[in-house]
């Protein structure tokens, strides 16, 4: 059943050529979307047909059209005959409408079972929650040594089932990841809980869906799906305090990040930096990306983001940090040696 | 039809001059002064003629309602209600009443900040960014109902904890006002 | 065999008889700038209502453009975020209740429906300019703001907590609730004149199923906005009360619920985008019916789908809010609801179609526009039964497919059967003719420019572009698309260029338009282009749905008004049958006066609370004015006479 409906959706979508692309509803890559996405090709044809049905019956009704008589034409006489006609034919019309919507509606409560339909005795469990405008991601555990506090950069295991619990330290964000599944609502003061589970490995990127004020436009976030090994690894990495800086130029980077203002807002587990404003840099090195998936983790990247975050997020709640070029530099090297 | 335009004209144009800074929204600093710290200054008594003045830009943060509605998230991100509480105070000295140890002038409020002072008063001197102090001296000020209404915080989206900085009622303030003398 | 030429009432108007003089006295209207403000006819507001619509959606129109110019490129400086959150959030604030319902709703239905019910003004006249003045209000304290870096940024349907006092600080969400309250007052005073004028104002004969397509229309909407707009009033107002005065119904920490707010604002929100459609469907109906020389097909469908589309509208909300996590079982229903809703629809479809199938289609100007109707509304009609299912819409909520839906439907739904509706009614208002040639051109340049800039949009949403981002990256492979939407503004700017000076230059030396140019059979086609003062020469009766084709050349005529005195006829709500006569009030500077302290204490209480208590006796001193008693007429109100002969 599952192999004729990838194949009907396959086949559909060749109908119509896309260009691959992240972020795109319709190359799905787990099976919540794909769920999403078979629902959303059948519909589609479904209504094509319509429409062509619709469109070919105006130009029929209008084809003939006394189009520059000027004057008014005499009003036709009642004709008792064709309103009988037409009556059997609005009639049939309805019916017709009326099971087309049946059928979508009785496909539509289908898919929704399926795509909510994931449960499991031992998911994996992410807490979000949404701030202006980073993601901070937790994967909670009884113990508060196991548990892993990152931004923007979500890893899940190839395979395994996935529950999202949700919450928001601000206002409305709305998290989605169209290759993934549909989004949901980080709404304050609710916790809503959805499930996905992605069956290919790779990088799959998100972005904000609920307008969250001046920087919605630039906080995405990515999920990247590993194998349970390299899940697994990547867990502990994340557990262990921050590494050690062993150059000078890394050792007065920390000091550097110690003395002026970046302390105030982040987290360097390790060190004297214990601020929850703002993204916990611990193992920011490992990030592909930063400043909520913006910039590439680059040293230009961070350099520049560190020195004027307005200038790329205008509005963000990061200040501007104008060190002199040798702490910048000593900073940078720091940060790109938090892997 | 005439009557239309001559409305619209009227109106366009004192709309477009009325433009308000309450409105502001600061999102790229000015670049950064000269050293501002020490040319804010506790009392008007200074060896010699020349008077400094408090430098002209703070006002900005304290007319536009954004600035201070910053200054009120960075009161909570930087703990300083750990010490103050939110205006009532505890270690530290309450700052939503009358008494200003140090003053009550934006430009105090910053030197103070930026300075620290005795009995726990930590100095945040590049910890924080300027401009984020001046924020947080302008959020200071509406605690004790010093600013206007329209520029105040309202209620946060917290627990209520205390009425709206909008609606605190202004308290006239004691102590060393600390305003520099102007010069003649 | 075709029926004769339009019927018109006994005595041919010329304007010269004695009656017609001496109804011209009565029902005058004073003249200067004085006499501008004291305007109570119905003509003159609903002509005011839409030239003040159409000034906003221009701009609201140059906002649109200021858009699509921004998003370009990716990572483009034209706009900063702080500048474009606002012009978004005024396009769509302007779009929706500063243009839509006042033009589609308050400006048509003003202007046509005590025309199409035979009465000589509108019912609550004096209510109908407070209306037009603080809708005007309104738009002015909106744009007020907009021009004084106080316009609001939050979104058009500025949901909570960004648009609260904590996220939103300063004045620029309390512009936004305050100028909801504004045009929702404005909305429910149209709405009681329009409703009490179809139900009680109807001419003699013209019963319930006698009653045009466009008043039944404009009865169920006059309904739905009086049980809608509180809702938004409500939600408006608990929103700035959350902001100036401290409650807490959207605190989550001190028991608030965000979510509250969007129950509030799409119970409202649904209701009003039927609000804003069904109009244009009735222009449709009406349009349909008259270019294809037959009365329509399908008559008692029509009005019951527009009355079951006015129900099941307040019914479907939730489907504005799939994406918050809320009970399958509940979003199940919402879906079938929202499917549902398509019946109605689709039956006013096949009945057009079936109309014109059997009709002789004469495909004048308006026509034209009804075909694009047809096609851009069916499009976004479509569209929308795909977001009707959850999991589909889990997708492409909040991103350009939604965008693209809802500009169909409403640029398909309103706008298209607006420009219809303004050539058809063009002769009767201005008694000239619009340029058939500009308005082809207006048509084509329009919909082609429409159709590439909205269409492309669906692809943009299908490729995960979200709404109200003030940019995008480079690596989203987005920018193809957009510089495609982008250019579909130009078309349709020239469209309406075209259009403007088509407008301009036909109200000065188009065609002299006689009483019924399109042949068309309501009653506003009876008295000369543009109206007389006094609507109607002798108060009409009709015989049948379609009076002008269908009523004999010996129709009656009521008699027994008086035409020293401004005397109307009420008649009973469900068969018409005269019932007594009532006094019109006649110009009056009190709704003007009203609706300027009114705006005062509105705006005013913005900024302070002082505003009300303050505000409050001016407002209470021009309603005195306003409903001062004006004694007696001279001869008593009589009940229960035959009035026609």
């Not at chain 1, 909520?292 to 200040?319: C, F, H, Y």
């Not at chain 2, 530290?92 to 008494?99: A, E, I, K, S, T």
């Not at chain 3, 009300?612 to 309603?623: D, N, R, S």
């Amino acid at each position: 059943m599952n192999a004729t409906r990838s194949l009907i959706a396959a086949s559909l979508a060749q109908a119509m050529p896309l260009d691959p692309g992240r972020h795109h509803m319709l190359h799905a890559a787990a099976p919540q979307a794909g769920h999403i996405e078979w629902l959303y090709w059948i519909t589609f044809w479904i209504l094509f047909a319509v429409f062509v049905l619709m469109i070919g019956a105006f130009v029929r009704a209008s084809a003939k059209t006394h189009v520059e008589a000027i004057h008014p034409l005499p009003i036709l006489e009642k004709d008792e005959k064709a309103d009988r006609r037409a009556g059997w034919g609005v009639g049939a019309a309805l019916a017709v409408t009326v099971i087309t919507l049946f059928v979508i509606l009785v496909l539509s409560v289908i898919t929704g079972k399926r795509v909510e339909g994931l449960t499991s005795q031992n998911p994996v469990t992410i807490q979000i929650t949404g701030h202006q405008w980073w993601w901070e991601i937790t994967y909670p555990n009884p113990k508060a040594d196991q548990t892993v506090t990152t931004a923007n950069e979500i890893h899940v295991p190839v395979g395994t089932p996935v529950v999202v619990l949700t919450n928001s330290k601000d206002v409305i964000h709305s998290f989605w990841a169209p290759n993934i599944t549909g989004k949901r609502d980080l709404l304050p003061g609710y916790s809503s809980a959805f499930w996905f589970q992605i069956d290919r490995a790779g990088i799959y990127h998100g972005q904000c869906a609920e307008f969250c004020g001046l920087q919605h436009a630039h906080m995405g976030f990515s999920i990247i799906a590993e194998s349970s090994d390299a899940f697994q690894a990547w867990q502990q990495e994340q557990l262990k305090t921050a590494s050690e800086p062993s150059t000078s130029e890394t050792i007065r980077g920390r000091e550097v990040f110690l003395t002026h203002a970046c302390l105030m807002c982040h987290t360097i587990r390790g060190t004297d930096a214990g601020s929850r404003v703002g993204p916990d840099l611990t193992h920011v090195a490992s990030r592909n990306m930063i400043a909520a998936e913006t910039l590439p983790n680059t040293a230009g990247a961070l350099a520049g983001w560190v020195v004027d975050p307005q200038r790329i997020k205008p509005g963000t709640q990061m200040s501007p940090n104008p060190l002199a070029p040798d702490d910048l530099q000593a900073v940078v090297a720091y940060l790109q040696s938090l892997h | 039809m005439r009557h239309y335009t001559q409305i619209g004209v009227l109106l366009g144009a004192i709309a477009v001059l009325a433009s308000c800074s309450r409105e502001d929204r600061i999102l790229r600093q000015p670049p950064p002064a000269n050293d501002t710290l020490n040319t804010v200054q506790i009392s008007g008594l200074n060896p010699g003629a020349n008077l400094i003045r408090t430098p002209p830009n703070s006002n900005m943060y304290q007319a536009s309602a954004y600035a201070v509605s910053e200054g009120q998230k960075l009161y909570e991100a930087y703990n300083c209600v750990g010490c103050h509480a939110h205006g009532g105070g505890g270690i530290g000295p309450p700052l939503m009443d009358r008494n200003w140890i140090y003053g009550s002038e934006p430009g105090n409020i910053f030197a103070t900040i930026m300075q620290g002072r005795p009995n726990g008063m930590p100095s945040f001197r590049n910890r924080i960014p300027e401009y984020q102090a001046w924020e947080i001296a302008a959020y200071v000020r509406s605690m004790a109902g010093l600013l206007p209404k329209g520029v105040s915080p309202n209620r946060t989206d917290q627990m209520n904890i205390k009425p709206a900085e909008s609606s605190t009622p202004e308290q006239t303030p004691n102590g060393i006002t600390g305003v520099p003398e102007q010069p003649k | 065999m075709a029926v004769a030429e339009p019927i018109l009432a006994n005595d041919q108007d010329t304007g010269q008889s004695e009656l017609a003089q001496r109804l011209a006295r009565t029902w005058s209207q004073p003249k200067g700038l004085w006499g501008w403000f004291c305007n109570t006819h119905h003509t003159d507001i609903g002509i005011r209502f839409m030239v003040t619509a159409f000034i906003f959606f221009l701009l609201g129109g140059v906002l649109a453009a200021m858009i699509r110019l921004q998003l370009i490129r990716p990572e483009n400086s034209l706009m900063g975020p702080d500048l474009y959150n606002q012009v978004f959030t005024m396009h769509g604030s302007t779009m929706i209740f500063l243009f839509a319902v006042p033009m589609m709703f308050q400006g048509f239905g003003v202007y046509i429906v005590p025309l199409m019910c035979g009465a000589r003004n509108i019912a609550f006249p004096r209510l109908n300019a407070f209306s037009y003045y603080l809708y005007v209000g309104g738009a002015l304290v909106l744009w007020g703001g907009l021009l004084t870096n106080t316009g609001p940024d939050v979104g058009w349907f500025a949901y909570v907590p960004l648009s609260g006092p904590a996220y939103s600080p300063g004045h620029r969400a309390d512009i936004w609730s305050q100028m909801i309250t504004f045009t929702e007052v404005s909305a429910l005073g149209v709405a009681i004149c329009l409703a009490t004028t179809i139900l009680r104002h109807r001419a003699p004969g013209m019963t319930l199923n006698r009653m045009p397509i466009l008043l039944w229309e404009k009865l169920v909407i006059s309904i739905a906005v009086i049980f809608a707009m509180p809702a938004v009033m409500v939600a408006s107002g608990l929103l700035l009360l959350d902001r100036l005065v401290g409650t807490h119904f959207f605190n989550p920490a001190e028991g608030g619920d965000v979510l509250l707010y969007q129950h509030l604002f799409w119970f409202f929100g649904h209701p009003e985008v039927y609000i804003i459609f069904l109009p244009g469907a009735a222009i449709v109906s009406t349009l349909v019916e008259c270019f294809s020389r037959r009365r329509i097909f399908g008559y008692t469908p029509i009005v019951v789908s527009v009355v079951a589309t006015g129900f099941i509208g307040f019914s479907v909300w939730v489907h504005h809010m799939f994406a918050t996590g809320l009970p399958q079982l509940s979003q199940s229903f919402f879906t079938a609801a929202s499917l549902m809703i398509v019946i109605p629809t689709g039956t006013q479809f096949f009945c057009w179609v079936a109309t014109l199938w059997y009709g002789r289609l004469q495909l004048r100007l308006p026509m034209l526009w009804c075909l694009g109707f047809f096609f851009v509304f069916l499009i976004g009609g479509l569209s929308g039964v795909m977001l009707a299912s959850v999991p589909v819409d889990l997708q492409v909520h909040d991103t350009y497919f939604v965008v693209a839906h809802f500009h169909y439907v409403l640029i398909g739904g309103a706008l298209f059967p607006m420009f219809a509706g303004i050539y058809f009614w063009f002769p009767k208002m201005t008694g000239r003719m619009a340029n058939a040639t500009l308005g082809k051109w207006h048509f084509w340049l329009f919909f082609i420019g429409f159709n590439i800039t909205f269409f492309t949009l669906h692809f943009l949403g299908l490729r995960g572009m979200p709404r109200r981002v003030y940019t995008y990256g480079p690596d989203m492979h987005w920018q193809g698309l957009n510089v495609l939407a982008s250019s579909g503004v130009i078309f349709m700017t020239a469209g309406l260029l075209v259009f403007l000076v088509n407008v301009f230059r036909s109200v000065r030396v188009g065609g002299i338009a006689g009483n019924s140019p399109w042949g068309d059979a309501g009653l506003e086609w009876s008295m000369s282009s543009p109206p007389p003062p006094y609507n109607f020469l002798h108060v009409p009766t009709v015989s049948g749905r379609d009076p002008l084709w269908e009523d004999p050349p010996d129709q009656p005529v009521v008699v027994g008004l008086r035409d020293d005195i401004r005397e109307t006829l009420v008649t009973h709500s469900l068969d018409a049958d005269p019932q007594h006569k009532d006094e019109d009030p006649g110009p009056s500077i009190w709704p003007f006066l009203s609706a300027l302290t009114v705006s005062a204490a509105f705006v005013g209480s913005i900024f302070t609370p002082w505003a009300v208590p303050i505000g409050a006796p001016p407002v209470i001193a021009t309603l005195i004015g306003w409903l001062w008693p004006r004694g007696q007429s001279p001869t008593p109100r009589q009940t229960g006479e035959s009035w026609v002969h």
